[in-house]
C-alpha cells in the first residue's frame, strides 16, 4: 500500500497563497498562463534532453499540451508530455522550497495594495519562480500527478487546497511521462469551466507557445518562430503579442529590433525595448539574457553572455544553428560562437538605438528618461566608444528646464569659436549645480556646461576621455587662461575699480596672510581669474580630480578628510576690497583671520567635505551679532 505524506508548505509560501486567495480579485485568469508557461518550460526540457540522445521513459510520445474540461464538475485538467516530477522535485518545486523570489514577490505586494496596481501584480507573478502559486486564486482543490523522464522513477501524486498543507504519495500504477494538473474550481471562479473561456484565455496568454496546445483534439495555438520569419510579413501587433507573451508585460514593448544575420555568424535574434522595467529590487543585471535556441530547441533560458550588462533592459531572443545542438550549459560560456553573436548584435542594437535617436527623438528620449540609467555603464565597451558616445545624453546650462537632453554632437554645434573642450559639472540637482561658483565664468562667457546628476554620469565621461577632437573637463579642470581669451558674452556689467599698483602689491601680501591662516588646509592662496559673483572658491591643483569623484573614492574607502585644494581669491569682490582696507591698517587683525576662516569652511560645506559644520556656524552668529550693530535702527 502507497502511503501518503502530509507536508507544510514553506511559510513564505503560506504567506503567499492568502494573499492570492484572499486579496487577488482582478485578472485571475493569468493562472492558465502560468500553467502552461510551466507544461511549456517541462517540454523544452524533455527536449532538450532528447537531442542530447539522454535514455528518456517514453521517448516517442508526442510533445505537447491539452487540455479539458468538466463544465458539470466544474474542473480543469491541464496535460503536458514534459519532463516531469520525480518524489524529491515534487516536494520541493511545489512547497517546501523557500523561492529566492517569493519574499521579494510578497515585499512588493504588501507595497502595492491599491487594486489598480493588481494588473501588473498578477503579469509579473511568474517572474517571481511563484507561478505555481496562483492555481489558488480559483481552485478549491489542486491534483498533480507527475511522472519524471528517469525511467525508474515512480509516479507521484500531489494534492492540496493551499491552505497550510499538501499531501503526497507514490503511485502503484506506471503512467505517461509528463505531468497532470486537475483543478476543482471553487463556486466563485466556475466561470473558467467553460471551453470558450478557456480557448480565449489560451489564445490571449499563451498562443505563441512552441508546443501545440490541444483542446478537444485541436490545436488552438499559433506555433510561430517569428524571429525565422521574413520582417515584411509581420505586423507591429504579432510583434507585440509575442512579447507579451515572452515577458508577462501588460504593455506593448516601446520598440522592436529584428534581424537576421549570415557573417560572421549565422543567427535570428528578435529584441525588445521595454517601455517600462520592473526593477524594484536592483535585480535587473542579474536577471538579463536572451533565450539561446538552436534547430528550434531551447537551449538555454535568459542567457547571459548573448548581452552586456549595460543592455540588461533588453528583452528577447537569438536562434543560431552554428551552435552544437548538445553543447552543455557549462561550455557555452567559452564558446566563441556566442561571443561572436554578442559583438554582431551589440552593433546591431547601438546602430538601431541610434537609427530611433535620429528618426524618433521624441522616442528616443522615453528610451533614455527609462533605461538612461543602465545604458550609460557602456562607457565600458571600447570596442564601441564612437557609437556609444553619440548616445549619450544630458541636462545642460543651453537647456531651459532639468527634463531637457542634448547629445554631445548637438554641444559641440554650440561651441564657440574658440572654445577647445567639452566641459561638464556635477552636483545633486539643477539648483544645486547653478549655485555653484565654478561655473560664474562659464555663465558669464556663455559657454556651455553639461550637468551631471548622477555618480556614472561623470564616469562614463572619465571613461570616454575625448569626444571627436574634444576633451572632456570637468568645470573646474578648466584652463582659465584660454578661457580668458573668449570674449564675454552680451551685456557688459560694470567693472570694479582697478587698484593702484601699490594696492595690488599688497593684495599679493593678503593672500599670503590668508594662505597663513589655512596653513597645510590648503596648498595655495590665489587671484582668482573665474569668479565674479562669489568672494571665492576652491579648486583642484591643476589636473587632479575633480572634487566629486574625489568624494566618491573616499565614500569608498571610508575617508572623511578635506582634500588640500587651492582657493582663489576674486579681488574685486566687495568683501576682498574691504578685507584689504583693514589689512592696510592691521595686518594682524582678527576679523581678517574669521573671514579666511569662514570663506573656506563655506566652500567646504558647499562642495560637501565640511563634516563638522558648528564652528562655521558659531562664528556666522558672531559676524551677524557684530554686523547688526551697524544697522541705523541701532547705531
Ligand atoms: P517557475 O516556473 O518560475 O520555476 P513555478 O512556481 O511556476 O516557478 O513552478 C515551480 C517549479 O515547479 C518549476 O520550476 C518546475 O520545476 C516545477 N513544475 C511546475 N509545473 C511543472 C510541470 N508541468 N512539469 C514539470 N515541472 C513543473
Ligand atoms: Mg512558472
Redesign the pocket.
Known sequence: MAKTRKLKFKAEVNKLLDILVHSLYTNREIFMR??I???S??LD?VRFELTRGTDVADADIPLEIEITVDEEKKKIT?R?S????DED??IT??GTVA?S?SEAFLKMLSENQDAQKEESVSSII?????????VFMVAEKVT?T?RSFKKEAPAMRWISSGMGSFNVEKLEEEIQR??T?EIQLREETSEYANADRLKEIVKKHSNFVNFPIKMDGEKINTIRALWREPKFKIKKEEYDEFYKFLTHDFQEPLDTLHVAIDAPVQFNALVFFPKQIMDMFGTLREDRGLDLYVNGVLIQHKNKDLIPEYMAFCKGLVESPDIPLNISRETLQENRVIQKISSALVKQILNHLAKMAKDDPEKYAEFWKEHGKVFKFGYTDYANKDKFAELLRFNSSAMKTADEMTSLAEYVERMKEEQKDIFYLTGASREAIESDPHLEMFRRKGIEVLYLYEPVDEFALNGLMKYKDHDLKAVEQADVSTLEKIKDDGKQEEKAEELSDADEKIFKKLLERMKEILGDRVTEVRESKRLHDSASCLVNPDGSMTSHMHKMMQMMNKDTSAPQKVMEVNKNHPLTRNLLKIYKKDPRDSFIEESVEQMYEAALLLEGYLTDPHRLVNRLNKMLEQSSGWHPAVK
Not at 511568474?126 to 496562483?134: A, D, E, I, P, T
Request: aromatic share 8%; no cysteine; charged share 20%.
Open positions: 502560468e500553467l508557461s510551466n507544461a518550460d517541462a526540457k491541464i503536458d514534459g519532463i516531469g516530477m522535485e515534487i518545486n511545489l523561492k523570489g511568474g517572474k517571481f519562480g511563484v507561478g505555481f502559486y496562483s498533480v507527475s509528463g505531468t494538473i
